[in-house]
């Protein structure tokens, strides 16, 4: 049995989106650039900014220049034009992201190959059973030269594989590393272990705890608890008495820097998913042209996504959220799995025809489950698309 200590980490990728769009175009390096919006019109080799912008969308990223404007990811791109109107603005491009994605994973994973995979940019790592490079896995070492040496080992694969910077955090457990690879962003590499929890986590604001949201932060705050160490200091009776048994414990537990939460190396996904707001709320009558090629690009968008994680599903899912914010969803379940574009456009029409659409459309999406793995079903090839008639 190994008794080694715990050594995990966290790695996340230093503003990515934003960072991908900077190698497309190294002349926007150094300016606040924010991603989101409509697509950029193929003709024009000029940048749009901010002040440009009409329309609904929200910033997926931005650059730390952009950041220090006060955008951040979520915000209403209308809003942002008002804090930084001469930020550029860049569409995303999600295949390329996804792409660096794979990369840098597979660099992470040449060193370390416990990974838990927790999004396109970022990810878990056990390092305990790792060795430290060569060069400074030598006699008379410090512990903390190794862990060190081979954080850096990391960061430079993943840098070389995709010229891209990381921020990674190691700590005895997943809570601890995530706080950490956030504290000495970009570029960071941060080590915190138990005796650190004075000076670098608890002078934090609880929010840094990943698990307390908005609306319990703003709660602690009024109840006077301002910082993570106030948190660790509270009774953990009184916590207990105004957030719940099972939450308000958990709370005085993860001030303490406690969690034994294993690095998850494999976990089948419930399901696979595609949804698009729309620049414009769309009228099923008179934009149903526009809303059948939105569909069909976006049915055939997640049969792409299932033919590359390789995976098949039964459950087809319609989402429709009106011009009056009010969300529907509809299911049908085929007979056999599948991964394929057409076959995912007509059952998806089936759930749309269980729909009264007597609204205008803001945002559309599509959604597989009940999937299991290709290997485990027999699918027919990916076909494309049939000319088929319009949907709305």
Known sequence: MNDSPRLVAHLDMDAFYASVELLRYPELRGK????????????????????EYVGRGVATTATYEARALGVHSGMGLMKAARLAPDAIRLPADFDAYRRYSRLFKEAVAAIAPRIEDRGIDEI????????????????????????????????DAVRAATGLSSSIGIAPNKLLAKIASDLDKPDGLTLVTFADLPARIWPLPPRKINGIG???????????????????????????DRFGRHYGAWMHEAAHGHDERAVVTHSEPKSISRETTLDRDLSPTRDRAQLTEIFTEL??????????????GRTIGLKLRFDNFKTVTRDQTIEVATQDGPTIRRAGGECLRRVALDRRIRLLGVRVGSLVPIAEVGVDAPREPDPTPSLF
């Open 299 to 312: 049915c055939l968008l997640v049969a792409g996504d299932l033919q590359r994680a390789g995976y098949a």
């Open 124 to 155: 878990y790592l056990d390092l305990t059973d790792v060795a430290p490079p060569a060069h400074v896995a030598h006699d008379g070492a410090t512990p903390d030269a190794g862990t060190r040496g081979l954080a850096q080992a990391i960061k």
């Open 32 to 51: 606040a650039v924010v991603i989101g919006g409509g697509r950029r019109s193929g003709g024009d080799s000029s940048f749009a900014t901010l002040r």
């Open 214 to 240: 908005p609306k319990a932060a703003a709660k602690l705050e009024a109840l006077g608890i301002r910082t993570i160490g106030d948190l660790a200091h509270a009774d953990p009776a009184w916590l207990v």
